[in-house]
């Protein structure tokens, strides 16, 4: 009773101190009190419901069966758009702060909403290996699904919350990516709504014009209604290596040359400074060293990027054999590391131990709640960003990040660019080797300036003949945005499709210059 009136006497205390200070004072200087109080309850109660919705719809056998319903709903809405005559751009309905990107897509305000309720997995074939799901379907749900049944994807993006629909019509990576290649590219299949309100299914061999220009198109070639993935036969654990490197040309040396070994299944880079980093390399198996089995998802388990860390503080290599489902979602508490700048004290043992199992806060309640004053400071002041660049140009482009931004960590992950037609693809006609380089966090440069610094970075990536990921803020003009990118296939399908009445053109839906 006692714990329980001082329990309730402080957060009395609590409110009337937000009440004196005003909420927008609170969200802004002390956000970890809000997100604390509030996001993460919610967050345990969405991701329950979402299990338990995901587990009797699978169960039951119902989602085949409400899919064709759903898809000829949408198919209706296009057409009444049309009807109606089609006075403005489609987009889906899915609300903006939903999704992972943390662009806000004001164009929803203004173009008509097409509603998609599709987020069911619903088929797993074995025989085929191939496992078809609608384009909601989030990767927490495919790991706890196909690494129950022992199947896993040979690219599985690390966040829980990345969707199918914005893995392929953005892009996704894995540390896997330096043998199987993009999200894209363990595609087999798509079904979409398009223009005129007709369902088409693509492939390699059927429509394959429209297979190779939907990945990066961001839904402007139609709306994405299944998907059908490769899956391969998943493991108990991932035997995973940790080196600590120092020295650039070192890890530069080390990483290109771990990335281009088969026998890795896994890749993966955490730069820490611009001369220290630590490389990890992982196989999969079955067996496991007593002593050795870290289940680093656990909620009370430090931080992983802070246990990577480790390793470069003791100067030390090292082995663990990590469960795979684990493994996969190694970064997702931390949100990378994102969430020390939300909750500093979140990695505290304490706090793990007492309230870890409720994180991470949903990355769209998140977004939800951050309010203008938020947005435009990370806007100003942080940086998130992944830049693909061909792996002989790592070096280089490690130093110009340090230059223009100063951000640390930095994330490397390796990855095979086949020579594909669509919108990216290498500058000859044979695969090449990129890397990631991923940078979250807050610029520690002097006079920062977002758009600036980042125009200099975009110009650095387009000279190399590299990419930048199109979840994050795009300073590029128009030119200079299909200079990065090939819009020949693209352009093509949207003259064939009727697209330029109907969706907005890529350009216009993600870049800073054609939204403001």
């Given at each position: 009773m006692d714990v329980i009136l001082y329990l309730a006497g402080s957060l009395v205390?609590?409110?009337?101190?937000?009440?004196?200070?005003?909420?927008?004072?609170?969200?802004?200087?002390?956000?970890?009190?809000?997100?604390?109080?509030?996001?993460?309850?919610?967050?345990?109660?969405?991701?329950?419901?979402?299990?338990?919705?995901?587990?009797?719809?699978?169960?039951?056998?119902?989602?085949?069966?409400?899919?064709?319903?759903?898809?000829?709903?949408?198919?209706?809405?296009?057409?009444?758009?049309?009807?109606?005559?089609?006075?403005?751009?489609?987009?889906?309905?899915?609300?903006?702060?939903?999704?992972?990107?943390?662009?806000?897509?004001?164009?929803?305000?203004?173009?008509?909403?097409?509603?998609?309720?599709?987020?069911d997995i619903l088929e797993v074939d074995t025989k085929k290996q191939i496992v078809r799901v609608e384009p909601l379907v989030n990767m927490g749900q495919v790991t706890a699904l196909l690494n129950s049944m022992g199947w896993t994807l040979p690219v599985l993006p690390e966040l829980d919350d990345l969707t199918v629909g914005g893995l392929i019509m953005g892009t996704g990576i894995e540390s896997s990516s330096h043998n199987f290649g993009l999200f894209q590219h363990i595609c087999v299949a798509y079904e979409l709504v398009l223009a005129d309100g007709s369902l088409v299914r693509c492939s390699p061999t059927e429509n394959p014009d429209l297979f190779y220009a939907v990945p990066w198109s961001c839904g402007t070639l139609g709306f994405l209604v299944a998907a059908e993935i490769k899956i391969v036969p998943a493991k108990k654990y991932v035997k995973l290596q940790y080196t600590p490197v120092r020295g650039l040309e070192k890890i530069c040396e080390r990483f290109s040359r771990e990335s281009k070994k088969k026998e890795n299944y896994f890749v993966e880079g955490l730069v820490y400074s611009?001369?220290?980093?630590?490389?990890?390399?992982?196989?999969l198996t079955d067996e496991a060293q007593p002593g050795q089995i870290n289940r680093i998802g656990n909620y009370w388990k430090p931080w992983f990027f802070r246990h990577v860390e480790s390793y470069l503080k003791n100067n030390q290599s090292g082995t663990e054999y990590i469960p795979l489902r684990h493994y996969y979602h190694r970064h997702t508490r931390s949100i990378f590391w994102e969430l020390q700048d939300i909750i500093p004290f979140g990695n505290h043992p304490v706090f793990r131990y007492l309230f870890g199992w409720m994180v991470p806060p949903k990355i769209s309640l998140l977004k939800l709640t951050q309010g203008e004053t938020i947005r435009k400071l990370y806007e100003q002041h942080h940086v998130v960003q992944d830049m693909l660049v061909p792996m002989k140009c790592l070096q280089k482009a490690i130093n110009v990040f340090h230059k223009e931004i100063n951000v640390y960590p930095?994330?490397?992950?390796?990855?095979?660019?086949?020579?594909?037609?669509?919108?990216?693809?290498?500058?000859?006609?044979?695969?090449?080797?990129?890397?990631?380089?991923?940078?979250?966090?807050?610029?520690?440069?002097?006079?920062?300036?977002?758009?600036?610094?980042?125009?200099?970075?975009?110009?650095?990536?387009?000279?190399?003949?590299?990419?930048?990921?199109?979840?994050?803020?795009?300073?590029?003009?128009?030119?200079?945005?299909?200079?990065?990118?090939?819009?020949?296939?693209y352009q093509k399908l949207r003259q064939k499709l009727g697209c330029k009445n109907a969706f907005p053109e890529v350009y216009d839906k993600i870049c800073k210059a054609a939204r403001h």
């Open positions: 205390l609590l409110l009337l101190w937000i009440r004196a200070k005003g909420f927008e004072y609170v969200i802004v200087h002390h956000r970890w009190v809000f997100v604390c109080l509030f996001l993460l309850p919610l967050s345990v109660v969405f991701d329950v419901y979402y299990y338990i919705r995901a587990w009797l719809v699978f169960k039951m056998c119902s989602a085949p069966k409400q899919h064709d319903r759903r898809v000829k709903d949408i198919q209706e809405q296009v057409r009444r758009w049309k009807a109606d005559g089609g006075t403005s751009f489609m987009c889906t309905g899915r609300p903006g702060w939903l999704t992972v990107s943390l662009r806000v897509g004001k164009y929803k305000n203004t173009h008509k909403n097409i509603m998609i309720n599709l987020m611009s001369d220290e980093a630590v490389i990890m390399t992982g196989v930095l994330w490397l992950c390796p990855f095979i660019l086949p020579s594909n037609p669509g919108m990216v693809h290498p500058k000859g006609n044979e695969a090449e080797l990129y890397v990631d380089i991923g940078a979250y966090g807050e610029p520690r440069t002097k006079h920062f300036d977002a758009k600036a610094s980042m125009r200099q970075l975009e110009k650095f990536v387009r000279d190399v003949h590299g990419f930048q990921m199109l979840y994050a803020d795009c300073y590029m003009s128009r030119d200079e945005f299909w200079e990065m990118f090939d819009g020949s296939l």
